[in-house]
């Protein structure tokens, strides 16, 4: 049972590159959450996903994409990557999304934008 | 607008003390109320929780008060071990909504 997984561990990106940042739990949880984490800034939602099919904004969507490609994965993509980015994202997920209950997280993606 | 607040970024304890992290919020909606541990390199791990219909939990070391008069709550580690040395994050919630609202994070540092 690995949890929650992310892929790459590190990216560097050049301003204006895209990319993707992959997702996938294996707990069989229904919602799962983009996170960005800032020094000083604490953990800022990006988008979720209560279910298969749906996504919404969290506090900071702007410049990101989401896709819930199936029940355990959500990918987070960047379309045109800027400094201001740079950041260490973390995905999560949890049993229900409906009610007050657990978020588990990944490992976290380091992400340069040069 | 920070609606949860951490106020001490850094907090140094003896082995064997007690251990007393701060979170205070704004926001009288939130009904729920969780600590996580997160050690370098990895992801956030949940810790403790608690109802705002409480006033206190308490999970083995860790027992967390709620004082909701005040909007306040605090994570007690007793007694602190190395071990224990991480960043702690509180967050709130409303329940019903999937967004949690973290604070800006405690770095402890329990020195042997």
């Known amino acids: 049972n690995a949890g929650v997984t992310q892929t790459p561990k590190f990216q560097v990106l050049k301003t204006g590159q895209s990319m993707t940042l992959q997702c996938a739990q294996d707990?069989?949880?229904?919602?799962m959450y983009w996170y960005r984490q800032d020094p000083g800034m604490g953990l800022r939602l990006i988008y979720y996903?209560?279910?298969?099919?749906?996504?919404d904004k969290g506090e900071v969507p702007n410049g990101y994409n989401v896709s819930r490609l199936n029940k355990r994965e959500f990918s987070l993509r960047l379309e045109s990557a800027a400094p201001s980015q740079t950041s260490v994202y973390f995905c999560?997920?949890?049993?229900?999304?409906?009610?007050?209950?657990?978020?588990?997280f990944g490992p976290g993606t380091r992400l340069t934008v040069l | 607008d920070q609606q949860v607040k951490q106020n001490s970024p850094s907090l140094s304890v003896q082995e064997g003390r007690i251990s007393i992290l701060n979170c205070d919020y704004t926001?009288?909606?939130?009904?729920?109320f969780l600590w996580y541990k997160k050690y370098p390199a990895e992801g956030p791990t949940f810790l403790i929780s608690?109802?705002?219909?409480?006033d206190k939990n308490e999970d083995g070391r860790f027992t967390v008060f709620l004082n909701k008069s005040a909007k306040h709550l605090s994570l007690h580690i007793v007694p602190s071990q190395p071990g224990d040395s991480a960043v702690y994050f509180c967050?709130?919630?409303?329940?019903?909504?999937?967004?949690?609202?973290f604070g800006t994070g405690t770095r402890l540092k329990v020195l042997a």
């Open positions: 999560a997920s949890s049993f229900s999304g409906g009610d007050v209950d657990t978020q588990y």
């Open positions: 707990m069989n949880h229904n919602s």
């Open positions: 996903s209560a279910s298969e099919g749906t996504t």
């Open positions: 926001n009288s909606m939130f009904d729920y």
């Open positions: 608690i109802s705002s219909i409480k």
């Open positions: 967050a709130a919630i409303n329940s019903g909504t999937y967004k949690y609202i």
